[in-house]
């Protein structure tokens, strides 16, 4: 019943810049691990990075120091800052939620529709 929009992605030029975007409707939001993921064409689907109830994160080592996860829980949106972006970058990128498993987060079991990044070189 959790419905997430993912909106932001654009085609963008190595080192470039974009912000992400997923607002969140039909949850109490704020109780939930909010995650991204990616999969580009022929890939598997990646986790990206995550960030639980307390606003704790992860991130995968591919993106660490580039990408950065947060949310705003009075919007009911959960954001993903990426700099630096890497050809390597290109993908859909996906929002979705989990309920929280104690220090961690369970399954991700609702998603958005996806939204495209295109890095160039």
């Known amino acids: 019943q959790v419905q997430l929009v993912e909106s932001g992605g654009d085609s963008v030029e190595s080192g470039g810049s974009l912000r992400l975007s997923c607002a969140a409707s039909?949850?109490?939001?704020?109780?939930?691990?909010m995650g991204w993921f990616r999969q580009a064409p022929g890939k598997e689907r990646e986790e990206v990075a995550s960030?639980?109830?307390?606003?704790?994160?992860w991130y995968a080592d591919s993106v660490k120091g580039r990408f950065t996860i947060s949310r705003d829980n009075a919007e009911n949106t959960v954001y993903l800052q990426m700099n630096s972006l890497k050809v390597e970058d290109t993908a859909t990128y996906y929002c979705?939620?989990?309920?929280?498993?104690?220090?961690?987060?369970?399954?991700?079991?609702?998603w958005g529709q996806g939204t495209q990044v295109t890095v160039s070189s």
């Open positions: 979705a939620a989990a309920p929280v498993w104690g220090e961690f987060c369970g399954t991700f079991r609702d």
């Open positions: 960030i639980h109830t307390d606003s704790s994160t």
């Open positions: 039909g949850v109490t939001y704020s109780r939930y691990c």
